[in-house]
């Protein structure tokens, strides 16, 4: 089982900026199954970006592409998003998720919801975002 643990939300005011980082421990951690999810209120959980198919390949939603960076520091066992020029919309709580297995499944959304189904899947419990217009 991995340990997860989001730190750096906060409230800003639109266009601003944010760096939400996730701490990962224990011993089943595969730095290629790292993602971010959000979940605003009434909403369901979707993906925001990371690595989802067990390779170096990175993926963004659509929403935050050019705005928002993941990355990764191997050595510190840490994941970070960096978020730019921030919307309202983007409000929501911000989840770190890992898995020790992770693959393709046809299509991105299709493996989004295996991420979203699986039991293997581990969650942090959240670092909350607000955006002020």
């Known amino acids: 089982q991995v340990q997860l643990v989001e730190s750096g939300g906060g409230s800003v005011q639109a266009g601003g900026s944010l760096r939400l980082s996730c701490a990962a421990s224990g011993y089943t951690y595969n730095t290629n199954c790292l993602a971010w999810f959000r979940q605003a209120p009434g909403r369901e959980r979707e993906a925001v970006a990371g690595r989802f198919i067990g390779t170096f390949a990175t993926n963004y939603d659509d929403s935050v592409k050019g705005r928002f960076t993941v990355s990764q520091d191997n050595a510190k066992n840490r994941m970070y998003l960096q978020m730019n020029s921030l919307k309202p919309e983007d409000a929501a709580m911000y989840y770190c998720?890992?898995?020790?297995?992770?693959?393709?499944?046809?299509?991105?959304?299709?493996?989004?919801?295996?991420?979203?189904?699986?039991?293997?899947?581990?969650w942090g419990h959240g670092t909350q975002v607000t955006v002020s217009s």
């Open positions: 998720a890992a898995r020790p297995i992770c693959g393709w499944h046809g299509s991105f959304d299709a493996t989004v919801a295996a991420w979203l189904a699986s039991s293997s899947t581990c």
